[in-house]
Structure formats: structure tokens, C-alpha cells
């Protein structure tokens, strides 16, 4: 097998900073990798789609879940290179979902087992994500997040103080959600949220994906009025078995939104991005192939 791996040096989690051989690690599994790190200067896409166009079998991701989403994003429509992952960021929600181990040694044994499945990615004008999308408070606080951070608060400290402070002045967004065969749906609110299949809402479940191949997105709208009342919402789902009623949920195979602002400010799996309304929502079913554990549940 062809393996290019792409390590992206930014990745942020304690396994990230260690110094890991990898072109020896694959070696001693008995392959020959070639090893690509993101400080050589091309951007990750640029590296993942020039190495599905060199004919490379399989494409490793290592980082984090932006990493991942990049490289994946290349290899929609090349079924016949298949993804490997490399869980080296600092929460790594995409290989969690998969059952992909965090331990380095077990996820390069996964690697080179080789055993793949087709799962789905989610779509939202032309970008890919494997996670989610978000519309409103979530966007936000990334941008604030990444300002604090860059004047030397660290990650933690920085992620804790942007949500504080997003929630004091937050302000809901007029949004028309569109659905195939629905009537238009028109809410005031402060967070629209996408996802690459639905996610747990409910205690020890919450924020994970039971699935990855289900073909539909998922999406949920808190339509309470008062931070007040959007703070009980969220806090409902961490201690309650049941959805708090302020929150719009269903699944759909495609979505339009529909907004007055000319530009907005969207978090795509961790990136911060603008987008010009309408935002065209869809997923593609079974898309990529990812190299997952023989008997993981995906």
C-alpha cells in the first residue's frame, strides 16, 4: 500500500507535542510511509489532494478534527483512497465517534490493519465538515477565543472567558429554515447548529454520534428568548434525560437558511468562516472511506 501522512505541526493536544518517529513507527509495522508535516509550507488540503492525485491508497490525517476535516474534504469522490486517522488535537470528536483510540501505537495498528467503511460528510457551500456547522453564539466565541489566545491567555483560559463573555451581550439572529417538502420555518434565535448525523442531547450521550451513516443531518435550534432561559436549555441537556422544550430539533437530507445579514459568521468544524446567506446545507451519503477498528461501530 501507497500511505502518505500528514502531521500538522499546530495540533494541540499533550500527544501532539511528543516527539514521535512516525516514517519508523510504520516501518517497524512494515510499511514505508511517506511523512508530509505541515510546516514544509503547503496548506493541508493543498498536501491531501496532491497525494489523492499521485494515487496514494491511503491518506493519513493527523491532528485534530480541523486536520481530519481538511484532509477528508479532498477525498470526497475518490472512494478508493481511503482516510487514516491519527487523533493528535486536543478533543478529536471525529475519531472518538469512529471508536478510534487515542493511544498513538493502537491507532497506527488500525492504520495499517487497513480495514475501511464508507460514512457520510455534511455540506454547507461547498465546504465539507465531519462534524458540525454552527450559526450564532458558537462562532463567536471561537473568534473571541482565538483573539485572547493570541494576546497569551492559553486555550483553556481563553475558551472559558469568550463564552462568558459572548454570553453577556449575545443577540439572536432572525433566521428561515427551508426543508424539502416542509413548510419554511422562521425562528429568532442565538445558535443554529448542523450536524454530520445526529448527536446524543441527553446525559452520558450528550454531544456524541451513536452513527456516521445514517445520510442525514441533524439540527437543532434554541429558540429561547432571555440568556437566562438559553442557559437553563443548555444546562438541561448535561442533567436531564429528556430535551428542554425551547430547543427545535429534527433530521433532513438538505437544508436552506435563509438571513437579512449579508455575510455570516459560521464555525465549521473548528474554523471560523463567512459565508454568504443563503447557507446550502446537504449531506452526501457514504462518501469517504475511513479506516476504522474491525469491529468498531460507525
Same mark, same amino acid.
Given at each position: ?28 509495522? +512494515?510499511?514505508?510511509?511517506? /511523512? %508530509?508535516?505541515? #510546516? =514544509?509550507?503547503?496548506?493541508? @488540503? ?89 450559526? +450564532?453564539?458558537?462562532?463567536? /466565541? %471561537?473568534?473571541? #477565543? =482565538?483573539?485572547?489566545?493570541? @494576546? ?147
Amino acid at each position: 500500500m501507497k500511505i502518505c501522512c500528514i502531521l500538522n505541526s499546530k495540533s494541540g493536544s499533550s500527544a501532539g507535542d511528543q516527539q514521535y518517529d512516525f516514517a519508523d513507527l510504520f516501518s517497524k509495522r +512494515g510499511f514505508a510511509v511517506k /511523512i %508530509v508535516n505541515t #510546516r =514544509e509550507g503547503s496548506s493541508i @488540503a493543498e498536501i491531501a489532494n496532491s497525494a489523492v492525485q499521485q494515487k496514494y491508497d491511503i491518506v493519513v490525517a493527523g491532528g485534530g478534527d480541523g486536520t481530519v476535516s481538511a484532509v477528508a474534504a479532498a477525498l470526497v469522490g475518490h472512494p478508493e483512497v481511503r482516510l487514516g486517522i491519527l487523533p493528535l488535537g486536543t478533543l478529536n470528536h471525529f475519531a472518538r465517534d469512529l471508536n478510534i483510540p487515542f493511544d498513538i501505537s493502537r491507532a497506527l495498528d488500525i492504520i495499517c490493519a487497513a480495514y475501511s467503511e464508507a460514512i457520510d460528510i455534511g455540506c454547507v457551500n461547498d465546504t465539507y465538515f465531519i462534524n458540525n456547522t454552527s450559526v +450564532g453564539l458558537y462562532p463567536a /466565541i %471561537v473568534k473571541l #477565543r =482565538e483573539t485572547l489566545q493570541g @494576546a497569551g491567555y492559553n486555550k483553556w483560559w481563553a475558551a472559558v472567558l469568550s463564552a462568558i463573555r459572548i454570553l453577556a451581550r449575545f443577540r439572536r439572529l432572525e433566521l428561515q429554515i427551508q426543508r424539502s417538502g416542509k413548510a419554511p420555518l422562521t425562528r429568532k434565535t442565538a445558535l443554529l447548529f448542523v450536524g454530520n448525523n445526529a448527536y446524543g442531547t441527553t446525559g452520558g450521550n450528550l454531544g456524541k454520534r451513536q452513527s456516521l451513516k445514517q445520510g442525514k443531518l441533524w439540527i437543532n435550534v434554541p429558540t429561547s428568548s432571555t440568556r437566562l432561559g438559553l442557559l437553563k436549555s443548555l444546562s438541561a441537556l448535561v442533567v436531564r434525560r429528556d430535551r428542554p422544550e425551547e430547543m427545535l430539533v429534527f433530521d433532513a437530507s438538505s437544508l436552506k437558511v435563509l438571513s437579512n445579514k449579508k455575510l455570516l459568521t459560521i464555525a465549521s468544524d473548528g474554523e471560523v468562516l463567512r459565508l454568504k446567506p443563503p447557507l446550502n446545507y446537504y449531506i452526501l451519503p457514504k462518501a469517504i472511506n475511513v479506516i476504522v477498528p474491525v469491529h468498531g461501530e460507525t
